[in-house]
């Protein structure tokens, strides 16, 4: 699947529905404000203005963020992706991870280590690599 960005930040999607080429369930949020896009194997995440992240596509490729909705708000300057998972990096720091649990989805076991300070994620296709201040 695709994901465009038009001028004034309203997304237009296309391709696999299954894997993110359907946005409809979205689309009111994606009509405007829009700044970038992410993607994994199967998922899009899209960062607004003010830092909120909207995301569809397959569930097991990130594309139900509804467990950290709430830590996906505002804030969030830049995401990173693996196959089947996402980490937003929020202003001061923190790591908000979602998707895949095999592949970086769940950041639970360091979590501790990921709530302030991170200033770059690196990837792999399973994995992430936090780096701090």
Known sequence: AFAAVKEGGE????????????????ADRLAAGVTAIYSTRGAFAAVKEGGE????GDDDCGGDSRAVADRLAAGVTAIYSTGRAFAAVKEGGEVVTWGGTHSGGDSRAVAD???AGVTAIYSTDSAFAAVKE
């Open 53 to 56: 992240v909207v995301t569809w």
């Open 11 to 26: 997304v237009v999607t296309w391709g696999d529905a299954g894997y993110g080429g359907d946005s409809r369930a979205v």
């Open 113 to 115: 280590r990921l709530a």
